[in-house]
């Protein structure tokens, strides 16, 4: 009851702050947050955090578009601009301009308090702002960064190269882990924590996280060993270790409540009626995800999609574009929508890191040699499979009965190539939740192999490997904004 209490007020004060125009104005100074309290604060970050991740056409929705999860059953035209990779200024352009004028906002008025009573806020709003600005180097690569969240005394904000934000942000994060190492006597959030309730260990184990994906990012990177090798023995010696379970946001999310569903389900399940949403109807499985998970005899179909009483079906993505006679087929009731799995109910917790992603990071780095002491490369890529499973509501039997089986890019010893192994069942145990890393996952290494283009993508030859910055970008900053690279050659600096 003190949750929904607590995500009541909470709503209450988003309301009256996403009602002010000057409180959320590029233009307004987040040094000088004399309206509200940390303990306000930070939830208001946390859902703008949540959207961001899991609400439509949110980043994780990219993802599964780009990664072929995700098509569009007949009746619907949802998706012709992912269908088509239609990459403009406009495209998704809300992962840009949200990011920066809502949530890393939020966070930086917490990381801009000076009372020491308050450093449990400020490493939190430290630790959030790396995980976002990761994200947008991913999609971006050069950003605003050390200018960015002071427009009032930069309105202009300079764009930072993309590796060199990559190296503080491990900086930021050592720093924010011993600002809650020091911070005895400082207040520790409750309720108003989303995320971790105030477990301030669990923000360590997360920040330790966060530098495990940030340097799995650049293992592929030429002459970085030593650098990511130094990183890896840092934390091994600040000891806290890593998260052990998957990471989510929930202020206390309340079913067939307007605006305090989880943001997921409020798009693609069921709205404050209880009723299926259009876009629920619209989005299914492709036919290329369910033929995969059907030949490796994955049971994790059943959870990532429905199963029509007709069985699995999934639809080409962008055959609908076309006027053709077998669309009819595609109907709603007949394609494999999204599954029980990932749409749990309208209280889940909005995800935003898995377990599973984590434990394939590790198995990476281990099978390169990055890392090495501790468990093994297919250990790790087996907890990593059991992780998802779990997730998922299966079992660790039905896990461990998947993973031994002898299929090459499932069992260990069968797959030839371990690193196309590990990067393919990322694919899989972020398939729903937090695609985006799949899709950087392969303009990094090419896997998954075989992922078929759209029927009428625009490109000649591949899938984008970053976006576009916005069209408003240029109009109000445009002295900074780069010339803009191109969408599908243009590697993200990691991978090149």
Not at 85 to 108: E, G, M, P
Not at 202 to 222: E, G, P, Y
Not at 275 to 282: D, I, Y
Not at 418 to 433: D, P, R, V, Y
Request: hydrophobic share 35%; with cysteine; glycine share 6%.
């Amino acid at each position: 009851m003190k949750s929904i209490i607590k995500f009541a007020i909470v709503l209450t004060v988003f309301g009256l702050l996403v009602s002010c125009d000057d409180y959320l104005d590029v233009n307004v100074d987040p040094n000088n947050p004399t309206s509200v309290t940390p303990d306000l604060v930070l939830p208001v970050g946390q859902y703008y955090t949540a959207q961001y991740q899991q609400d439509d056409r949110g980043v994780s929705h990219l993802g599964n578009m780009i990664m072929v999860n995700w098509s569009q059953s007949d009746g619907f035209s949802w998706y012709s601009d992912e269908f088509k990779y239609n990459v403009t200024s406009s495209f998704y352009s809300r992962i840009f301009n949200n990011t920066y004028a809502n949530t890393l906002k939020q966070y930086q008025i917490l990381n801009n308090l000076e009372d020491p009573k308050y450093d449990n806020y400020r490493a939190i709003a430290r630790i959030m702002k790396a995980y976002h600005y990761q994200q947008l180097v991913d999609c971006y690569g050069d950003v605003p960064y050390s200018e960015a969240l002071g427009r009032s005394q930069e309105a202009t904000p300079k764009y930072d190269d993309a590796q060199e934000i990559y190296e503080d942000l491990i900086v930021q994060l050592t720093e924010a882990i011993n600002i809650i190492k020091n911070a005895s006597d400082a207040e520790v959030p409750g309720a108003d924590d989303a995320i971790f309730n105030g477990n301030m260990t669990n923000w360590i184990k997360f920040a330790n996280t966060l530098k495990v994906r940030i340097l799995t990012r650049q293992s592929d990177i030429t002459g970085r060993d030593a650098y990511i090798q130094a990183e890896l023995a840092a934390i091994a010696s600040e000891g806290d270790g890593y998260i052990t379970t998957d990471v989510g946001v929930n202020p206390g999310y309340i079913p067939l409540n307007t605006g305090k569903q989880n943001p997921m389900w409020n798009t693609l399940g069921t709205d404050e009626g209880g009723t299926k949403t259009n876009s629920n109807n619209a989005t299914c499985a492709t036919a290329y995800v369910l033929n995969f998970l059907t030949t490796t005899d994955d049971p994790r179909i059943d959870y990532l999609y429905e199963k029509p009483t007709t069985g699995h079906l999934g639809v080409p993505q962008g055959l609908l574009d076309y006027d053709t006679p077998v669309a009819d087929q595609y109907m709603p009731d007949q394609v494999s929508n999204i599954g029980p799995g990932i749409l749990k109910a309208a209280d889940m917790d909005a995800i935003i890191f898995t377990l599973a992603e984590h434990f394939f990071n590790l198995a990476e780095l281990r099978e390169k040699n990055l890392i090495t002491t501790g468990a093994s490369s297919q250990s790790l890529y087996e907890s990593g499979i059991e992780a998802s499973f779990l997730y998922l509501g299966l079992d660790e039997a039905e896990a461990e009965d998947y993973y031994t089986n002898a299929q090459s890019l499932v069992g260990w010893n069968s797959s030839a190539n371990k690193i196309e192994a590990i990067i393919t069942q990322k694919w899989i145990a972020t398939n729903g939740l937090t695609a985006e890393q799949s899709w950087f996952d392969y303009s990094r290494t090419g896997y998954p192999s075989g992922l078929p283009l759209p029927d009428n993508y625009n490109t000649t030859t591949e899938r984008p490997v970053r976006l576009f910055y916005p069209a408003g970008e240029y109009s109000s900053n445009g002295d900074n904004v780069p010339a803009q690279p191109n969408a599908f050659t243009a590697k993200i600096f990691w991978a090149n």
